[in-house]
């Protein structure tokens, strides 16, 4: 029996991986921290068509997003649980310069598929929702719940005995002609799932991190029942049992994963007054750091010095989107020696 893969770090990554190699047949073993509070728990889990300041349609939208909801659905049958919801997203104008740029943008072909036709109207409850400038409905679009999919993937896989526990640091892998030796077992290929906290690690301090910690809240607020996702400035998204999460902050330079500056939620806080026309309360909060490389959607593949040691990483603020599709080509590239193309190539990035 051939030896099995080590992956390290089950947040989104780690996990959409060991997803696409069970598919395949092959046999892994995942070792994970165990963090109660990580980039992926936390992650409010968006998947929008028409993103940015800019309002351009996300990277490979009409390829990315038919594999990911295939894979989630497919994990939902699998494990009788519901983690992804289809939900139309509205897209609030900030300015009279974003509307004027959304007069040229709805026109172009691209777009056209992912906006509600017609429009609902009025587009939002204002009430509720301060809508200076207009705005739009999303749909093909919605929302992962990133906790409950990761707590049921870890289950799974820990029934199958390929989940536990742990933490990999370099000095405790053997590097061997065969793979990678770790606590007396080889395994084909170690994976570095770790996120943001590989900028940090020995072999991949040349990657061009450019990470961002964010802080996502819960509230309670009066929204008259809203089921959509709202965004202006912020996002505000609705739970089943009647509380709100909204964020993000962004902030990139920081001393640490967990402690938010106050001015990033000073920022939260003004955005959230300029778009809720009724008060809130903040009951609680969560931070992480979402894990980006300049330049890069995703990087992924071989060590290019150690090529028995891989990399998923930077799948940055849209990893629900990106990382099913990431995971395949990673996937078929160990297994299959399949190449990995020239953006996302860890190898050719050196």
């Not at 902030?251 to 000073?266: G, K, V």
Request: proline share 7%; charged share 20%.
């Amino acid at each position: 029996m051939k030896p099995r893969f080590l992956i390290i770090g089950q947040g989104l990554a780690g996990t959409a991986l060991a997803w696409r190699l069970h598919q395949r047949g092959r046999r892994f073993l995942i070792v994970d921290r165990d963090v109660a509070q990580t980039s992926s728990k936390v992650a409010a889990g968006l998947v929008t068509p028409i993103t940015g300041m800019r309002l351009n349609l996300s990277w490979r939208y009409g390829t990315l997003y038919p594999e990911a909801l295939a894979f989630y659905q497919e994990i939902e049958t699998l494990l009788h649980q519901r983690f992804y919801h289809e939900v139309p997203i509205v897209r609030l104008l900030r300015d009279e310069k974003a509307a004027a740029l959304w007069e040229k943008r709805r026109l172009q072909p691209e777009v056209q598929p992912y906006l509600a036709n017609p429009s609902p109207g009025p587009l939002v409850d204002e009430i509720f929702f301060a809508n200076p400038h207009g705005g739009f409905q999303q749909q093909h679009s919605g929302w992962l719940d990133t906790a409950a999919f990761l707590a049921a993937s870890r289950e799974h896989f820990q029934n199958l005995g390929a989940w536990q526990a742990g933490e990999v640091v370099p000095e405790s892998l053997g590097i061997e002609a065969s793979g990678v030796v770790w606590q007396g077992e080889t395994f084909e290929a170690a994976v570095f799932c770790t996120g943001w906290e590989a900028a940090l690690h020995p072999w991949f301090d040349w990657v061009p991190f450019r990470s961002a910690r964010g802080t996502v809240l819960s509230l309670k607020a009066e929204t008259g029942n809203e089921p959509r996702i709202i965004n202006r400035g912020c996002w505000l998204l609705p739970r089943a049992d009647g509380s709100l999460r909204a964020g993000p902050t962004y902030e990139l330079d920081f001393a640490d994963s967990e402690t938010p500056a106050p001015e990033a939620l000073a920022g939260l806080d003004k955005k959230l007054r300029a778009l809720l026309k009724q008060d809130f309360t903040v009951t609680s909060s969560q931070t992480g750091v979402r894990p980006i490389i300049r330049g890069h959607e995703a990087l992924i593949g071989r060590h290019p010095g150690r090529p028995q040691i891989a990399f998923m990483n930077g799948l940055g603020s849209k990893g629900v989107l990106r990382a099913p599709w990431v995971a395949r080509q990673l996937a078929e590239h160990l297994v299959d020696g399949s190449p990995v193309e020239a953006g996302l190539d860890l190898s050719g990035n050196v």
